[in-house]
């Protein structure tokens, strides 16, 4: 075996684990129906999406324990247990100068330094339960659409009621804690923080699939009540005002998860009138002539916030579509720009990512957050010189497990891609809150500093192992 070739298969396997999770993408029920219709019975294609999806099911089914903010980890500010609680990753105690230090929370100024993560980040479990609950709740009601299996219904509505409704364990419909900066007379949530919950747009149309099942109606009711309330905080706090006007990718996020919940809430109106604002608003200055988004091409990791921006660029746009609403993805920024013209910008730049993953160069940036969003875009805007095809096909070879879901409500994406991923790995099953934003919440990461590698101790033990196999195959070839 030559080199390049270990150390690409290595880089490979790295990145493919690395970037596994479900991101966020519009589950789309007659998409769904489509599938189980073609594929059920002759999976082809499909085949490792529907075994990932069963057997993550499985798991999620035999775990006793319910999540629930009651649980947490560390008590909130304000000593009420059913405020989702969360903690600015990168922000870092100095005690410099500082006598007596008992508790360094308490006692010591809090300071930024991007991209690099407090040590004590992974003893607060709001987070991760919560992506934990999103990930159990799509996997067992997608297996549930799938086989009709009962048992996952009720475990799925369980889990749903537990978190969101159940009088004793509930949270409380707004985030006025999330992302806290801790430290001396401080302790006060962000607006950054609305985007550690956006994985909760994968409950509505959660719910929508097990409104036929036994435990429909009364859950259904409940959590409509909640997200309505959800959405109420989400328009008028000062928290969720200051989200919404962010101007890069937490502005997009902030849309299109808060359109999502007033559309599950029955106010069609608001959700259009919220996406027609900000296509007329933020959105004007976030795609350049050229296709360069450059609120994002300025942080850290350009490419990988720019597709990240993307996904939810492509999220309003579908959900418009789906509310009669705005044309964004015809609508054109100051510049004249598109979602097109973004997307066909980062085409290039992805393929030399891969060109230099083949020949064993390290990369900065995985190359697969575009996925979702050209797979979109080429279903929209058309592909007829065939180039988001082979680009696409390229990129599902280095996805696995719950990244693959989203072909399951997308089956068109299927019916002329032709790649499927060899691995049926699922260490990282949870909900990817890995997000790039440079804000957002990584469920698995505890205390590494580099942001990019970013995906916890049990990845990279995976590749640990992973490399002294292959070092001990290289050698004996
Ligand atoms: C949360 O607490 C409840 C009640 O004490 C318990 O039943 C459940 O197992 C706990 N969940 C987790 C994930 O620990
Ligand atoms: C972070 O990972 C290390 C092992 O690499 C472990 O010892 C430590 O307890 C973890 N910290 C948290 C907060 O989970
Ligand atoms: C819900 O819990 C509160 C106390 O936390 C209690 O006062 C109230 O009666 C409970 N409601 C129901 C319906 O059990
Ligand atoms: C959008 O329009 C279609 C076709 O007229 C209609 O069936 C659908 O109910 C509309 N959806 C919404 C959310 O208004
Ligand atoms: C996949 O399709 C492309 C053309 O779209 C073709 O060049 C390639 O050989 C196909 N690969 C497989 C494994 O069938
Ligand atoms: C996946 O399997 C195919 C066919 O068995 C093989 O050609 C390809 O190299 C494999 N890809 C990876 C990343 O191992």
């Keep these: 075996m030559k080199i390049p070739t270990l150390l ?165 419909p707004e985030l006025n804690f999330g992302q806290v900066i801790r430290g001396k007379g401080r302790f006060t949530g962000r607006p950054e923080g609305i985007l550690d919950l956006r994985s909760f747009v994968y409950i509505p149309p959660v719910v929508a699939l097990l409104e036929k099942s036994s435990v429909g109606t009364s859950l259904t009711n409940g959590l409509k009540a909640w997200f309505n309330d959800y959405s109420t905080w989400l328009l008028t706090s000062d928290l969720g005002k200051g989200e919404m006007a962010a101007n890069n990718n937490h502005g997009s996020f902030f849309v299109a998860q808060t359109a999502t919940y007033l559309h599950f809430a029955d106010r069609d109106d608001d959700a259009r009138n919220l996406i027609s604002s900000f296509v007329s608003g933020i959105y004007q200055g976030q795609i350049n002539k050229d296709g360069e988004q450059p609120l994002e091409a300025a942080r850290t990791r350009p490419f990988h916030y720019q597709c990240f921006n993307l996904v939810a660029l492509v ?97 068109q994406a299927l019916s002329n891609l032709n790649a499927t991923s060899n691995s049926t790995d699922d260490d990282s099953s949870g909900f990817d809150g890995y997000d790039g934003s440079g804000d957002g919440w990584d469920p698995y990461g505890n205390t590494t500093t580099n942001e990019y590698n970013s995906v916890g101790n049990s990845v990279r033990l995976y590749n640990g192992l992973w490399a002294v196999v292959m070092v001990v195959v290289a050698l004996l070839i």
């Design 8 to 172: 690409a298969a290595l880089l490979t396997i790295w990145i493919s684990v690395a970037e596994a999770g479900l991101e966020m993408d519009l589950l789309n029920i007659d998409g769904l129906n489509t599938f189980k219709t073609k594929y059920l019975n002759n999976p082809g294609a499909a085949s490792s999406a529907i075994a990932a999806i069963r057997r993550n099911a499985q798991t999620a089914l035999a775990n006793p324990n319910p999540y629930s903010v009651i649980n947490s980890s560390v008590v909130p500010p304000d000593k009420d247990m059913h405020q989702f609680y969360s903690w600015a990753p990168y922000w870092w105690p100095n005690c410099k100068g500082i006598k007596n230090v008992k508790d360094e929370q308490t006692d010591c100024p809090y300071e930024q330094k991007d991209g690099q993560y407090v040590p004590d980040i992974g003893k607060i479990s709001d987070p991760k339960d919560a992506s934990k609950l999103t990930t159990d709740v799509t996997t067992m009601a997608l297996a549930y659409a799938l086989n009709g299996d009962e048992n996952l219904a009720t475990k799925t509505a369980h889990l749903l009621d537990t978190w969101f409704l159940n009088n004793n364990t509930f949270m409380k």
């Design 315 to 411: 999220y309003i746009a579908r959900l418009s579509d789906q509310l009669n609403g705005t044309n964004v993805w015809e609508a054109k920024t100051a510049q004249g720009a598109t979602i097109k013209t973004a997307i066909d910008y980062l085409v290039p730049i992805t393929q030399g990512i891969l060109t230099d993953m083949k020949n064993g160069k390290s990369v900065k940036e995985p190359p697969d957050t575009l996925t979702t969003p050209l797979y979109a875009a080429r279903d929209h805007y058309g592909d007829p010189d065939g180039q988001y095809t082979t680009l696409l096909n390229k990129l599902l070879t280095i996805t696995s497990g719950p990244s693959e879901f989203w072909t399951v409500w997308n089956p």
